[in-house]
């Protein structure tokens, strides 16, 4: 095979322990060829090998976002985007705007309204002033909060209040109407349903299939929006993803767009296992993993839930809240957790289950270990996503366990986007040493793989590796960043390793896919508190390019 592009004169790092760094890749057939020194490399060029200077720039593996939910993330990009806007008067162009532009949408739908849009709390009656006459509703960044309109709160029959579960809140004015604010899932699913492709969320919210099974014409616009998310993603160097919800149906969109061309990114999903399912469910899961195992769109994993979230009190905590008598509640009683876990193991599946406090990681990691004195020890690399807090004892069992832990460096209050205000409220002091840890779980042989969990967070790579190496030390805890390589490998080849694809994807070798990312500068000279504002030059995905703003990788060789 000879090299159909050369990129040459960067700074490459390999993220491949037998060869760390290079000057040049060679690839073509969708494959990297070379890696090595400019001389050898640029030697393999023939007619028609395109040489790219990449001027001392940076050329990594591409990034391996390793929890995020594309649909969900993808669908929000085609609604309205109020992040910067301020005051009545932008917001109510904005709005007034996207409506005539959209008049069939049953709801006008927007995304990242600040908390501060307007000089005071956001009311339905200020909505109204906006538009009146359709239903429009706004979504605060971090999608805990969202704001309805009168029409949108009396079409989700949210106007007289609802009962909710502990933690939702529909709030009610004095006049015993809703204010038009809402606070959580629950409380304001009601309204998110009235745009119509509630389908879509059908991965994250049931694992069910959607039915009837939608139309040509409904998955030509779902593709769009999945569209919309993979250039987001594109533009931000990833080239793998894991997506966190999923279906059948998700797969199948996907494997479309990758017989259609459009198919950016290669993304693994799961059958997203729901506490009220039988055993035989799982069923169900091996036919996914069997139906779609190639390079591009793979399952092959089961998602679980273990617990829910600090904000609202529902992560399952080994002692009660501050202030409290509650702890939250594992979702699944823990003998029925180890029975499941035993069963997807046995069918030799993944595992990657959500557990946020110290009692759903604790039970999770029983869970892994169950399955193992069960069926034996083999190449499970069971994962835990988020890990807000863990009990010191369970530390090391990640490492003994080769248990994935999966983070997501912009998630710890005061890192990135979130306040510091979660930690005071829902950790004890006491807890803040045992809160967000990274180095410890790394330093114990946790295997650590790196993500966004985008739409909740900022999918951007590089602000997330800035939040990896600016993290200040919560009082009283140790410093639990790691060294820019180790943050860049949890990028890279830690997160194709923990998603079964290091033998595709992860590092710059030859025989491996050409994934690669040009990242606009020189990494390790580019002071950590300005990584988030640095560009990428170049995505390139199985060879394709799929993110090229300066036209690097265009035009005759
Ligand atoms: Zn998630």
């Known amino acids: 095979m000879k090299p159909e592009m050369i990129i040459t004169n960067a700074k490459v790092l390999t993220m491949d322990e037998a060869r760390p760094r290079a000057e040049a890749v060679a690839f073509g057939g969708g494959r990297i060829i ?17 040489i790219v200077d990449a001027g001392g720039r940076t050329l990594l593996p591409g990034f391996v976002e390793s929890h995020l939910h594309l649909v969900l993330g993808g669908n ?9 806007v301020s005051g009545f008067e932008e917001l109510a162009r904005f709005f007034r705007a996207y409506a005539a532009k959209n008049p069939e949408l049953p709801l006008l739908m927007a995304q990242g309204a600040a908390y501060e849009i307007l000089d005071h709390p956001v009311t339905r009656h200020d909505l109204d002033r906006v538009i009146a006459d359709r239903p429009i509703a706004m979504m605060s960044p971090d999608h805990h909060t969202v704001w309805a309109n009168s029409a949108a709160l009396e079409a989700a029959g949210l106007l007289h209040g609802a009962d909710m579960p502990a933690g939702h809140v529909v709030v009610m004015g004095e006049d015993g109407t809703a204010t038009g ?20 969320q059908l991965g994250i919210a049931t694992g069910g299939e959607p039915d009837p099974w939608p139309s040509a014409e409904q998955r030509a616009k779902d593709k769009e929006k999945v569209a919309a998310g993979l250039a987001h993603c594109a533009a ?123 009692g759903a990681v604790r039970q999770t990691i029983d869970g892994y270990e169950a399955a193992r004195q069960r069926n034996g020890v083999r190449d499970s690399r069971h994962r835990i996503e988020h890990i807000e807090l863990i009990d010191r004892a369970d530390v090391p069992r990640l490492g003994a366990l080769g248990i994935t832990a999966s983070l997501q460096p912009p998630h710890p209050p005061g890192a990135m986007d979130f306040p510091m205000s979660s930690m005071e409220l829902v950790f004890h002091r006491h807890r803040w040493p045992d809160a967000f840890l990274t180095k410890t779980l790394a330093d114990h042989g946790a295997p650590l793989a790196f993500a966004s969990d985008w739409p ?26 790691v060294g820019l390589m180790e943050v860049l490998y949890a990028y890279t080849a830690g997160g194709a390793w923990a998603a079964h694809r290091d033998s595709l994807t992860g590092t710059l070798r030859a025989g491996l896919a050409a994934d690669l990312v040009l990242v606009d500068g020189d990494i390790e000279a580019i002071p950590a508190e300005q990584m988030g504002r640095t560009g990428i030059a170049l995505t390139i995905v199985g060879g394709r390019a799929t993110h090229d703003p300066f036209g690097m990788a265009q035009g005759s060789a």
């Open 34 to 50: 070379a890696v090595g020194g400019r001389a050898d490399v640029e030697a393999l060029a023939g007619p028609g090998c395109r």
């Open 76 to 84: 929000e990009l085609t609604q309205l985007q109020l992040g910067g």
């Open 181 to 200: 604010e809402l606070l959580e899932f629950e409380a304001f699913s009601p309204v998110l349903a009235l745009t119509g492709d509630l389908h879509l």
């Open 236 to 358: 931000h160097g990833i080239t793998s993803m894991v997506n966190m919800d999923g279906n059948r149906y998700t797969c199948v969109l996907l494997k479309e767009m990758e017989a259609e061309g459009r198919l950016t990114a290669r993304v693994k999903v799961p059958f997203h296992f729901k506490p009220h399912m039988d055993l035989s469910e799982l069923d169900r899961a091996s036919a996914m993993a069997d139906e779609f195992q190639g390079e591009w769109v793979t399952s092959g994993f089961v998602k679980m839930f273990q617990d829910g979230v600090v904000d609202s009190r529902t992560a399952y905590m080994l002692h009660d809240y501050p202030g409290t008598t509650e702890r939250g509640a594992p979702l699944f009683p823990p003998d029925r957790f180890n029975d499941i876990c035993a069963e997807i193991d046995r069918r030799g599946l993944q595992i990657a289950v959500h557990a946020i406090g110290d």
């Open 456 to 481: 909740v967070t900022d999918v951007s790579v590089m602000r997330g590796i800035q939040a990896a190496l600016t993290r200040v030390p919560y009082e009283g805890a140790g410093d639990e960043r």
